[in-house]
Nanobody
């Protein structure tokens, strides 16, 4: 019904920034997204548990992991069905695959919890 596409990852040096974007859309033209609930960015390093990085409600209430508070900013555009993650002052510890998650994605056919396939962020010292 719906898929998420992440973009904006890459390999950068410590201290610089990246901006990740995640766009939700119907897999075919007839699938219309009516609304999306909470949208969340997660990250996962090899051999480690997936970690919540930042989340944002439809009304733009936000929460952040302690490790990124003050450096990362999550935002969303409900009209475009997108969520972005501005990542400033990147550290090697931020190296992970970043995944976008959209909860309560509502279409005329139902409601879904959708995950993106991930985008790699690599930060070198």
């Amino acid at each position: 019904q719906v898929h998420l596409l992440e973009s904006g990852g890459g390999a950068v040096q410590t201290g610089v920034f990246l901006r990740l974007s995640c766009a939700a859309s119907g897999r075919i033209a007839s699938v219309i997204i009516i609304s999306i609930g909470v949208m969340v960015w997660y990250r996962q390093a090899p051999g480690k548990q997936r970690e919540l990085v930042a989340g944002i409600t439809r009304g733009s209430n936000t929460n952040y992991a302690d490790s990124v508070t003050g450096r990362f900013t999550i935002s969303r555009d409900n009209a475009k069905n997108t969520v972005d993650l501005q990542m400033n002052s990147l550290k090697p510890e931020d190296t992970d695959v970043y995944y976008c998650n959209a909860e309560s994605v509502t279409t005329w056919s139902g409601q879904f919890n959708i995950w993106g396939r991930g985008t790699q962020v690599t930060v070198s010292s």
